[in-house]
């Protein structure tokens, strides 16, 4: 998928920050179409270039609501809406400067492993297996797998998406030496997505 096939995050932040100010600011009509239902990749322009000019009006919005927002007249609640902070920092990544015209950018502005992937879980990322692509996070499980006795899982943790297998937590962390007395046993990961 290219870069600008992943606009679903942008939308859903711009969607989450007009909902969180509905009451208190005017949002303008065409925001409603636009940010109304949750923005899915069949539903996306099927040109690139027609994506790219969609993603440069999704940034060019998210910028007039940031600029609104820094009016003298705001109230500083809204300013500092966790809707709002998030808007804010996934355009820093995501798009140029509203100076430099306000663009998508063609690579963001930080790796995949630090960016804001989702609006509504600031801590998913997203992932990637060989040809399998997820927002989420790893679970790794460790079972135990000797033939004579009960398979058991002796060990669950989540970590961020992109964390590559080899780099995966120990299997027993909270018991040294586990590796002398502990029957044989496997690592399994598998996906959370959102």
């Known amino acids: 998928m ?72 705001t109230p500083d609640w809204m300013k500092t809406l966790p809707a709002i902070s998030t808007l804010r920092t996934m355009w820093e990544q995501q798009f140029e400067p509203r100076e430099q015209g306000g663009q998508w950018r063609a690579e963001p502005a930080f790796p995949a492993a630090q960016l804001i992937s989702s609006p509504y879980d600031l801590e998913a990322r997203n992932g990637k297996k060989r040809a ?25 943790e989540t970590t961020p998406a992109p964390l590559s297998d080899e780099g995966g937590p120990p299997r027993d962390p909270y018991r040294p030496g586990w590796e002398e007395t502990a029957p044989r046993a496997t690592s399994y990961r598998c996906r959370i997505c959102h």
């Open 132 to 156: 399998t692509v997820w927002l989420g996070y790893k679970v790794h499980f460790t079972q135990t797998c000797d033939e004579e006795a009960p398979q058991l899982i002796t060990h669950v």
């Open 2 to 73: 290219s870069r600008s096939g992943r606009l679903a995050p942008p939308h859903s932040a711009i969607s989450s920050a007009t909902t969180s100010l509905r009451n208190s600011w005017d949002v303008p009509a065409e925001w409603v179409e636009r940010y109304g239902e949750r923005l899915e990749h069949e539903c996306l322009p099927k040109e690139e270039q027609e994506r790219i000019a969609y993603a440069n009006q999704v940034g060019a919005d998210g910028w007039m609501l940031l600029a609104a927002l820094e009016a003298s007249d």
